[in-house]
């Protein structure tokens, strides 16, 4: 089992940046596949980016240049650096973590770009 548990949301002007961190319970942090996710009012939740237990890396086309994903394997922790940040971008965050057919999801946090 693992527990995920995110922080870093908040408000910001458009343009502005946020770091989002996800902190995971329990071992073996390494193996897992960890991404962000968000969902925001009325629409499904999306992938926002990857990063795999080798550190390779994708994105969605929408956040591709301005985000960026990594993970600290020693801290637990996979981050989410938000820059340029758009209006569209505002949603729930949620951090996932994925090994074969196990998947654990964080609670979410609350992003809002807005001036």
């Known amino acids: 089992q693992v527990q995920l548990v995110e922080s870093g949301g908040g408000l910001v002007q458009p343009g502005g940046s946020l770091r989002l961190s996800c902190e995971a319970s329990?071992?073996?942090?390494?193996?897992?596949?960890m991404g962000w996710y968000r969902q925001a009012p009325g629409e499904q939740r999306e992938l926002v980016a990857r990063i795999t237990s080798g550190g390779s890396t994708n994105y969605a086309d929408s956040v591709k240049g301005r985000f960026t994903i990594s993970r600290d394997n020693t801290k637990n922790t996979v981050y989410l650096q938000m820059s340029s940040l758009k209006p569209e971008d505002t949603a729930v965050y949620y951090c996932?973590?994925?090994?074969?057919?196990?998947?654990?999801w964080g609670q979410g946090t609350q992003v809002t770009v807005s001036s």
């Open positions: 996932n973590a994925k090994f074969v057919v196990n998947q654990y």
């Open positions: 329990g071992s073996r942090f390494s193996i897992y596949v």
